[in-house]
């Protein structure tokens, strides 16, 4: 079956790095999102990876994931005020001819001047 | 520019009241969904269309309804049935194996 985890909750200072983490437990997931939410506004594509993939970076933003584990991360470096939001991974698989995404929880960042 | 819009951005219902929220792309997506949010939790699908004319049910459509007659558009209708309308509902399309892109929500509350 598919369920996606994550803590709900990170604080972190400004200047700082956040690791966001996530774990799921399909092992079929084909794709593997980040996504993020600012208060009141839709969900908005940070970056994703393939599962055939261990990293990827693009800017500030690295990607690890570790399929043997099924688990995915999210690293921000040199987080800023503006990072702060919830942060949603998703994982996409397929289910009889249609691809299913499931989202995890959430996890709230707080960034901390 | 292309998008995702959804309209209105704030809705009230009143009791036995069905009430429909719009989605419209012009991102030329067949598939397109219709997810709830509810606080501390993540999404939750209601409904997903793959192609005009055609869409199925997700985890939680009791109470709601959809269309797909345009491309283009996917109006939700929270019908009187569901009785815990309170969230924000969120609108999504996708190009083939592409990621989903959302709209801004509609925040849905009772009178």
């Known amino acids: 079956g598919e369920d996606v985890e994550q803590s709900l909750f990170l604080s972190v200072r400004e200047g700082d790095s956040s690791v966001i983490n996530c774990t799921y437990t399909d092992s079929s997931s084909t794709y593997l999102y980040w996504y993020k939410q600012e208060p009141g506004a839709g969900l908005q594509l940070l970056t994703y990876?393939?599962?055939?993939?261990d990293m990827k970076q693009d800017q500030r933003l690295t990607v690890l994931l570790n399929k043997k584990d099924k688990h995915l991360s999210l690293r921000i470096a040199d987080t800023q005020t503006g990072d702060s939001a919830i942060y949603f991974c998703a994982e996409t698989l397929r289910s009889g001819g249609y691809q299913k995404v499931t989202f995890g929880t959430g996890t709230k960042l707080q960034v901390i001047p | 520019d292309g998008g995702i819009t959804q309209s209105p951005k704030y809705l009230f219902r009143k009791e036995g009241q069905n009430v429909t929220l719009s989605c419209e792309q012009n991102l030329n997506h067949d598939a397109m969904y219709w997810y709830r949010q509810d606080p501390g939790q993540g999404l939750r699908l209601i409904y997903y269309s793959q192609i005009v004319n055609d869409f199925q049910k997700g985890d939680i459509a009791e109470g709601y309804s959809v269309s797909r007659e345009k491309k283009e558009s996917f109006p939700l209708t929270v019908t009187s049935a569901q009785k815990n309308p309170t969230a924000f509902y969120l609108c999504?399309?996708?190009?083939?194996?592409?990621?989903?892109?959302f709209g801004d929500g509609t925040r849905l509350s009772i009178l």
């Open positions: 999504a399309s996708r190009d083939s194996a592409q990621p989903q892109h």
């Open positions: 990876i393939f599962s055939n993939m």
